[in-house]
């Protein structure tokens, strides 16, 4: 089978791309603030929790093990810097946080990955139900300074799953679809998973970390399709949102 693999590294970015008849995936990092990197043990906790997302995202997807596994492997090369263990700021970097905040962040370096499963067709009397998975992750940190001197830094971080599966109604009964009605009970999910959390520190004129603010949304929605030989007998939709947000206040006011 045809395969393909780019790798791109300069002081700037990392970036990985492979894709093979079962799945592509992409990942890249951006290195252009260096100030966001955190040390070595907040990185390898933020990557193990990364670890738990992605694991979790492919369980609830019903997506591929072994092509998870490949792109949990690509994150945390791409995103365990060599200079993890400095704790002073980089003269010159685009963003600036001190140690205070920069524990309240991630540690890891801005980044983007995708990973899509091939779509196949499992049902040769629907051939419009695709079983299917594609999952996207990102982080961006953006500083906005105000004329007096104070400040907000904010890092966001979005996931989003796109799934598709077959189930047999039976479990004790392995899915079998051919055209015959016979083997057409079952049902047929769509999931559509979008989740965005948000870290905001708050700085005064003086450069002293004041507040800092979380944000988390979720929006989840999941349709299934009942099929008892091959007739659609009930059809669920089941949407699921909710937001919180908390705001620490670091400082006594004056």
């Known amino acids: 089978s045809v395969q393909s693999l780019n790798f791109h590294a300069s002081t700037t970015e990392r970036y990985v791309a492979y894709q093979d008849k079962d799945f592509s995936l992409k990942v890249s990092s951006d290195l252009s603030n260096p100030a966001l990197a955190g040390d070595y043990a907040q990185q390898q906790a933020t990557l193990s ?13 019903h997506g591929d093990r072994d092509q998870m596994e490949a792109l949990k492997s690509v994150f945390r090369a791409l995103n365990t810097t060599a200079s993890a263990q400095r704790t002073a700021i980089t003269v ?47 982080q961006s940190t953006t500083e906005n300074v105000l004329s007096d001197g104070s400040k907000s830094v904010k890092q966001t971080s979005r996931s989003h799953i796109s799934a598709a599966w077959h189930e047999a109604l039976d479990p004790s009964i392995p899915l079998a679809l051919n055209k015959m009605k016979s083997s057409q009970n079952y049902t047929y999910h769509l999931l559509e998973n979008d989740e965005e959390s948000t870290t905001t520190l708050n700085y005064n004129s003086r450069g002293m970390l004041a507040s800092v603010g979380h944000n988390e949304q979720v929006n989840n929605r999941e349709t299934v399709k009942k099929y008892v030989r091959g007739e659609l007998v009930d059809q669920t939709v089941t949407p699921v949102q909710y937001a919180r947000s908390n705001v620490l206040s670091l400082l006594k006011s004056a």
Do not use: C, H
Not at 54 to 61: E, I, L, W
Not at 104 to 131: C, H, V, Y
């Open 49 to 61: 929790a990364y670890d738990t997302k992605f694991d979790k995202a492919r369980s609830t997807g």
């Open 92 to 138: 010159g970097a685009d963003i600036r946080v001190d140690n205070s905040g920069r524990s309240q962040l991630s540690g890891l370096n801005d980044f983007s990955l995708s990973l899509t499963q091939t779509e196949k067709s499992i049902n040769p009397a629907r051939d419009d139900e695709k079983d299917r998975f594609s999952y996207q992750a990102s």
